[in-house]
């Protein structure tokens, strides 16, 4: 790693902070890990740990935790000033956003001390993955109808029943898993968070292979499974609250480098355009120029988005449904960019340059993972039903 200045204190403002990103990040990220570069190779997942690893040690990551917890104790406007250093480079997405953005916030937020201290540092040390297990087979959309059920004996509880869809549970060393206590009628009340060791007897991942050949989800079944007290995340009635917090936190604030990727994805297609004759003069045609435009808008649109919404939050606005508005913007922005992606490196052949050749590897598997993104963390769908009810109060039954 290189030497570079310390890490700006909280004093040094937002300018300091962003400098001093996007030098750290454009001196030691590897050349083998920015995908634009011609001696890139797919990171190893170890690879990417050690990578997070190095950039929570150089002060970018943790932004908003408090000092005691491992975090750097500054605020969403320094979380934002790194996300945008991130999302310009072409660097691996986050292997850990699920720790470090979903579950260590909930843990600040309904963990007891004890659970602070031991989860919290070791999720921004990259030596624990946490996986979430919400989703079942009868509960996507419908969250209140899980049936995983949870048993109080003595001290412990004995979790039985199935998650399914839950992204990194192979590697994952803890599940933020939603159970009942009581059940399926009760829907929303006795709903139960836990902090799940995946490795407790009874547990049996079953991964799922996706549409682009990776097996990046899975089934998980807990069959007897116990765990202590401990593991208990929040009160035994406030398992749906804390669900619709880390929800609204999924939605909102998750991956907020997200606008600025797809920037730097764009500028990787454009690149490789110009690098083949037989696709740079699709830059010239009205038709991919128009579609590109639109692109460009709508990132810009979904920059403004979530600018504006780290400004409510830092006056102290809560998320609340505007989740859904940033949700379903990026997923929907992204899905367009990745159609238009696929369709430009179609024109790509057998004698296009090496760039090109790329592109399309690159370009057709960013589009048939973007089929899910309007579909994880909620789906467009049910955005658009909390939009309406919740933002616009239009009325359930037009
Ligand atoms: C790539 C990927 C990763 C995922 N990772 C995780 C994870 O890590 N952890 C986890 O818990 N889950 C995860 N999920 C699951 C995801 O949250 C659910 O797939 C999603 O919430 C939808 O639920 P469902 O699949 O049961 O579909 P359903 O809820 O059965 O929906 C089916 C269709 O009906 C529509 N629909 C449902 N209800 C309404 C309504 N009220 N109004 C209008 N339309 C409606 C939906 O929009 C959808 O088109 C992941 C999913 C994907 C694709």
């Known amino acids: 790693m290189e030497n570079l200045p310390a890490i700006p204190g909280p004093a040094a403002g937002s300018a300091a902070y962003r400098d001093y990103a996007r030098q750290w990040l454009r001196a030691n990220l590897p050349e083998h890990m920015r995908s634009d570069n011609v001696n890139y190779r797919t990171p190893s997942l170890d690879e990417c740990r050690d990578w997070e690893a190095s950039m929570y040690g150089a002060g970018l990551a943790g932004m908003t935790w408090p000092k005691v917890y491992g975090g750097l104790g500054l605020t969403l406007r320094e979380h934002l000033v790194v996300n945008k250093e991130v999302g310009a480079l072409a660097m691996p997405e986050s292997v850990s956003s699920i720790g470090k953005e979903l579950a260590g916030p909930i843990i600040q937020t309904v963990g007891t001390e004890d659970q602070k201290h031991l989860f919290l540092p070791r999720i921004l040390a990259m030596r624990d993955y946490w996986c979430q297990g919400f989703s079942e087979p009868d509960a996507g959309s419908d969250l209140a109808r899980l049936r995983t059920k949870a048993v109080q004996e003595g001290d412990t509880w004995r979790i039985n029943g199935q998650k399914i869809w839950t992204s990194g549970a192979a590697k994952a060393h803890y599940c933020l898993l939603l159970t009942r206590t009581g059940t399926v009628a009760d829907k929303h009340r006795g709903l139960l968070m836990f902090a799940v060791p995946m490795n407790t007897p009874g547990i049996r991942v079953v991964p799922i292979k996706s549409i682009d050949g990776k097996e990046s989800f899975a089934e998980v079944f807990f069959d007897n499974v116990e765990v202590p007290d401990s593991a208990r995340l929040g009160a035994p009635d406030e398992g749906w609250n804390a669900a619709i917090r880390v929800l609204s936190i999924e939605r909102a604030t998750n991956r907020m480098y997200r606008a600025w990727r797809f920037d730097c994805e764009l500028r990787q297609l454009i690149a490789a355009c110009k690098s083949d004759p037989t696709m740079v003069h699709l830059l010239d045609d009205g038709y991919y120029q ?109």
């Open 290 to 398: 128009r579609r590109i435009g639109d692109v460009v808008s709508e990132i810009d649109a979904l920059k403004g988005l979530v600018e504006r919404t780290v400004s409510q939050m830092m006056v102290g606005d809560k998320i609340g449904a505007r989740g859904s508005l940033t949700k379903l913007y990026w997923s929907e922005c992204h899905q367009a960019f990745a159609g238009l992606a696929l369709s430009i490196v179609s024109h790509v052949n057998p004698r296009s340059s090496a760039l090109a050749q790329r592109a399309r590897k690159a370009f057709t598997t960013a589009y048939l993972y973007a089929r899910a993104e309007t579909i994880y963390a909620g789906t467009t769908e049910v955005q658009l039903d909390i939009i309406a009810q919740r933002i616009l109060n239009l009325p359930k039954d037009l």
